[in-house]
């Protein structure tokens, strides 16, 4: 078994020594670019690992661990130009350092190249593995239209958000989980439980973020706090918060909600000064240690011994309690 270090430090290494050798030049830096932001990593090294349940020999499904970042970050860089975002994990976007249509036509070409590394898979795997991942690409571009339905609408339910989260966010993770396990010749019955650890996983993952954007130091988050205040992003914690409040707390909410963002400062404070009489930073804390304990029964339920699954296990702790 490799360990986390391990793993992010093999996947890093291979990602970083990727060349693009087909011409024009312009339509390939700017993949190489956004490639070279780093991060976590997080999705290839889930498939790596859930491989590594069951394989030694890792860098076999290197190409499809390197289609799921390089689809990831296809997803990125269409959302930086969707959110007219200027930067991305402290440098500038695509559409910034080159131009928005670069941004669109280098984001298709990563998208197909994801394609092409996903489809150097053994044969005998390879309708599982498409399937697997197409369908998952097209649960994406669900999740992003409903979040961008939500930007208009102020009576998004609780339901509805996490059906959103669970498509914009989980199942990449879960695609990732579950085509490791297929590729290292699991039983489908452990390929479902890592997806299903994988969806719980996400539901978790993504209210830890919608908490750490109102609650988060910044110095340790690496951006100011209250974005999603300031831009009216219906989080968890707006959504629950109209449900919970009484008339004059949901009065409040809806002048702060209209309010012009000139002092946006007072508007961040106000906001989570609502959050705080209402109670809703307790009900997302609940939530996510709900999913996260799900989680924990699917990856319990997978047939390989703890000792194996112990840096899964860890991964997801490291998750579930980081400032960042």
């Not at 914009?168 to 989980?177: A, E, F, I, N, P």
């Not at 959504?239 to 000139?262: C, G, S, Y």
């Amino acid at each position: 078994m490799l360990t986390i270090t391990e793993l992010t430090e093999k996947i890093n290494r291979h990602l970083a020594e990727l060349q693009f050798t087909r011409q024009p030049q312009g339509l390939y830096d700017p993949v190489a670019y956004v490639l070279s932001l780093g991060g976590k990593r997080i999705r290839p090294l889930l498939m790596l690992m859930a491989y590594n349940l069951y394989r030694e020999d890792v860098e076999r499904i290197f190409p499809q661990a390197t289609g799921i970042e390089v689809y990831h970050n296809y997803t990125l860089l269409h959302d930086d130009l969707m959110d007219k975002a200027d930067r991305r994990r402290g440098k500038p976007t695509v559409h910034k350092v080159w131009n928005e249509n670069t941004a669109i036509l280098s984001g298709d070409a990563m998208l197909v190249l994801a394609y092409q590394f996903m489809a150097q898979c053994p044969a005998e795997k390879l309708k599982e593995v498409m399937d697997l991942f197409s369908l998952t690409a097209l649960e994406i571009c669900e999740g992003q239209q409903m979040d961008m339905d939500f930007e208009t609408r102020k009576d998004v339910t609780e339901a509805e958000y996490i059906e959103m989260i669970r498509l914009k966010t989980s199942v990449l993770l879960s695609c990732s989980l579950k085509m490791g396990a297929l590729l290292a010749g699991a039983s489908d019955d452990d390929a479902q439980h890592l997806y299903d650890f994988g969806i719980r996983l996400g539901l978790a993952f993504q209210l830890k973020d919608d908490l750490l954007d109102v609650y988060g130091n910044p110095e340790v988050f690496g951006k100011n706090i209250g974005g999603d205040i300031l831009c009216n992003k219906k989080t968890y914690l707006l959504i629950k918060a109209f449900e919970l409040a009484d008339p004059a707390q949901r009065q409040a909410l809806e002048k702060w909600m209209d309010a012009d963002t000139h002092a946006p400062e007072e508007k961040i404070s106000a906001v989570t000064a609502l959050y705080d009489e209402i109670g809703v930073k307790a009900r997302c804390e609940a939530l996510m240690e709900t999913y996260a304990d799900q989680a924990r029964a699917s990856l319990e339920a997978v047939s390989v011994s703890a000792q194996r699954k112990a840096e899964l296990t860890a991964l997801m702790e490291k998750l579930m309690h980081r400032e960042v």
